[in-house]
């Protein structure tokens, strides 16, 4: 059972899943740890980012990982619009308001899409899709070593802008005192849209990155969004490298767990663990006590 | 927000009642009986949300125990329909108060809140898709047995009557709470659980009995779900479409209120059938509207229905003593 053939190639192919949960849950921590709100309608974006990279393919013929190109600038004036026009005047500054809201807006957006585009579950048949490089110990899926490769590029370049921007620095100045950071000219409402935007973003590079190997239907972001939930609890809400590691982390457990108790309870194992650490350590394991 | 007295609970019980005196219509009947429905499933989450604040996104854990509890036994174990359905809401209970000590005791509230609880609803819909005992991915059928003693009638009636005795007890135990002592310190949890807790309030036990009375009655419903369909699966028992029915309803007929659940989700289920008339059975586009409507509360009404006429009665009364002035002098 625990021969390494077995098990290297399972643990590299849960560090490669992991990196996209990894970005999936970074959108979600980056809005947590500015906005302090969980949202909840981060896997129905998802969902609408991977209909748009099925469609960019579909019908106008795009590449997935060129289509990233254009759909990322998109989903990141989506996040932008949804927190500027939709979630901040609703809510009222009223944290349970915004859980409301975002629940509300991830109702609408799962089954706007199912209205849409019926429930059936569409994949993309692309000629590189079953492509493997050989690392030696394993064969690794092509469009996965890629996803992981983009993933932290993506990590970099947002680390990048967080550090060294103006708008970077704004946002972090916003996520450790608002008041503050108001008081002394920054426009708060702007730094939460433009943050929100961010984590939009980076769910639209994970749907490109995930659409060649996987499929979609109106309720495919769920199955990421419970995972990210607790890849961020697990790294600390709000914890940039923190949601990195929890992925690949979280990646590498389901892979173990699908592998010695079959797929249906690979998933048990991630809510078990997501249920373990929310009691036990709420503050994760990265992040400070909350 | 004045508190509803037991005369307005007996005239909107009574009125409600007559209902199939006046007509023997099964679409009306069946309306109301899953409006009714909901409105007890609602007035559960409101006695945790609305009045001790504390928002649940995971009632279909309740809901899902009420309604497999009755149904497994008596289609396994044979137990008497009725006897099955009190322990379907004394099981939906139990895991109100195991997850209630679980979080609470973890000091988890807010957003950890309502994500650990939609998280235990997942873990429990996914379990009941793979264990043999809730009949896995088939679900499970309650076998046809038309008599009372089955809790099973030939016509919708005394569904419905049953459905809204479920409902005025529930308004019964919310109006006490209201005027309970206890009552009084879940609203405290509410509005500053640190002030309430430096006053000597025991807030952890007074959000585990709001837990608890809350899954109590969200269970009750479940278990009357079982009965009306016959029929109960993991996705109808512990799916989201029930976390969300149960804070909609309060919300949008009005948080923290006696007939908040029942007011929205008359409102809300009329919205749907509306809907179904317009488009045809299209899956999907109830729950979009569900959801904006959810939005446009939060954003314009938050304190629902009732908050919107308890405004306008207010502005029509100061308004009246302007008119006469204007119209003496």
């Given at each position: ?26 959108g979600?921590?980056?809005i ?7 949202n909840?309608a981060h896997?129905?974006l998802l969902?609408a980012a ?25 989903f990141f004036a989506l996040g932008y619009?949804l927190q ?112 929100f935007g961010l984590g939009t973003a980076c769910l639209a ?86 | ?329």
């Amino acid at each position: 059972m625990l021969s390494p053939i077995i098990l290297v190639p399972a643990v590299l192919n849960g560090l490669l899943t992991g990196a996209v949960y990894g970005l999936v849950a970074l959108g979600l921590t980056l809005i947590y740890g500015v906005l302090h709100i969980i949202n909840f309608a981060h896997g129905a974006l998802l969902t609408a980012a991977m209909f748009a990279a099925f469609f960019a393919h579909r019908l106008l013929g795009l590449d997935p990982y060129l289509a990233a190109l254009g759909l990322t600038p998109l989903f990141f004036a989506l996040g932008y619009g949804l927190q500027r026009f939709v979630i901040g005047p609703a809510a009222h500054g009223e944290d349970r308001n915004i859980l409301l809201v975002t629940l509300a807006l991830a109702v609408v957006i799962e089954n706007a899409l199912l209205y849409v585009f019926g429930a059936d579950t569409r994949t993309l048949n692309l000629a590189y899709a079953f492509d493997v490089v050989d690392v030696g110990v394993a064969f690794l899926a092509l469009p996965r070593v890629i996803g992981f490769g983009v993933v932290l590029a993506v990590a970099l370049v947002l680390w990048l802008i967080l550090a060294l921007t103006d708008t970077g620095k704004a946002i972090r100045a916003v996520a450790k005192e608002k008041l503050g950071a108001e008081l002394s000219g920054i426009d708060v409402a702007h730094v939460y849209a433009v943050t929100f935007g961010l984590g939009t973003a980076c769910l639209a590079i994970a749907a490109c990155l995930l659409i060649p190997t996987y499929y979609v239907n109106p309720h495919i972001g769920n199955a990421f969004v419970l995972v990210a939930f607790t890849i961020v609890v697990l790294g600390g809400m709000g914890s940039v490298t923190g949601a990195l590691i929890g992925g690949l982390f979280v990646g590498v457990v389901e892979s173990l767990c699908g592998l010695y108790l079959g797929e249906s309870l690979g998933q048990i194992g991630i809510f078990i663990m997501f249920i373990l650490v929310l009691l036990l350590r709420p503050s994760g394991l990265f992040g400070e006590r909350a | 927000m004045k508190q509803a007295s037991l005369a307005h609970i007996a005239v909107v019980v009574a009125v409600l009642a007559a209902v199939p005196l006046l007509t023997a219509s099964n679409v009306v009947l069946n309306f109301l009986v899953v409006a009714l429905l909901i409105a007890l499933v609602g007035q559960g989450w409101n006695v945790l949300g609305g009045y001790g604040g504390q928002y649940s996104f995971g009632h279909a854990a309740f809901f899902g125990t009420g309604a497999y509890v009755s149904a497994i036994l008596q289609t396994r174990y044979g137990v008497n329909a009725w006897a099955a359905f009190a322990l379907g809401i004394a099981g939906g209970a139990l895991v109100g108060a195991l997850i209630g000590a679980l979080t609470f005791r973890s000091g988890l509230k807010g957003s950890y809140f309502a994500l650990v609880t939609l998280a235990f609803a997942e873990v429990l819909r996914i379990l009941a898709s793979v264990a043999p005992i809730t009949g896995a991915g088939v679900g499970i059928l309650i076998t046809l047995d038309l008599r009372p003693q089955a809790f099973q009638f030939q016509s919708r009636a005394p569904f419905y009557w049953i459905i809204l005795a479920l409902l005025a007890v529930s308004f019964l135990i919310v109006r006490l709470i209201e005027q309970s002592r206890f009552g009084a310190w879940l609203v405290a949890v509410r509005e500053n659980e640190e002030a309430a807790k430096a006053v000597g309030v025991n807030t952890q036990r007074v959000k585990l009995a709001a837990m608890t009375i809350s899954a109590a009655i969200t269970a009750a419903g479940g278990a009357f779900y079982a009965q009306y369909f016959l029929f109960v699966d993991s996705g109808i028992a512990y799916g989201p479409w029930i976390s969300i029915e149960a804070l909609l309803a309060p919300i949008v007929g009005g948080i923290g209120t006696t007939f908040g659940p029942l007011l929205g989700a008359l409102v809300v289920k009329m919205l749907g059938e509306l809907t179904k008339l317009v488009t045809g059975d299209a899956p999907g586009l109830d729950l979009v509207i569900y959801g904006g409507v959810l939005i446009l509360i939060v954003a314009f009404a938050p304190r629902g229905i009732a908050g919107l006429i308890a405004d306008l009665r207010l502005r029509f009364a100061r308004a009246r003593p302007r008119l006469r002035e204007r119209a003496h002098g």
